[in-house]
């Protein structure tokens, strides 16, 4: 499991993705904890009325130790400390799906395939 320290720094490296100069609103960055180890990959997109998390993988060998409801709740700070939602889509057959939930996403709309979810501001 990964120490408190090594949680706060992936968040920091979290919100220093908004400061990677890449050309445009999507920014896709693996993530590492201190040891140099990679851990998994997330992508974000910021528009001016929301933020997207796009893609979050967390490697099976680094799932549940709470580092994706870390990065999902930094990001929930960011989307609410700019007053407004932060949105994504899983597939229905996701096991993040509960995760998502339990963190207060509601769903917004559903196709066959996918869930749209919501967590407001």
Same mark, same amino acid.
């Given at each position: 499991m990964l120490k408190q320290p090594d949680l706060q720094m992936l968040c920091a490296q979290l919100f220093a993705l908004r400061f990677l100069p890449l050309g445009s609103q999507r920014e896709l960055d693996q993530?590492?904890?201190?040891?140099?180890?990679?851990?998994?990959?997330?992508?974000?997109?910021?528009?001016?009325?929301?933020?997207e998390l796009s893609q979050l993988f967390i490697l099976p060998q680094?799932?549940?130790?709470?580092?994706?409801?870390?990065?999902v709740r930094t990001l929930a700070l960011e989307a609410r400390q700019g007053g407004m939602? &932060?949105?994504? =889509? #899983?597939?229905?057959?996701? /096991?993040?799906?509960?995760?998502?939930?339990? &963190?207060?996403? =509601? #769903?917004?709309?559903?196709? /066959?395939?996918?869930v749209y979810m919501e967590l407001n501001a």
């Open positions: 993530l590492d904890i201190c040891r140099g180890e990679n851990i998994g990959a997330i992508s974000v997109e910021r528009h001016a009325d929301f933020i680094h799932q549940n130790k709470g580092i994706g409801t870390s990065l939602p &932060l949105r994504l =889509r #899983v597939l229905k057959s996701n /096991p993040a799906l509960c995760l998502y939930e339990r &963190l207060g996403f =509601r #769903v917004s709309s559903t196709t /066959p395939e996918r």
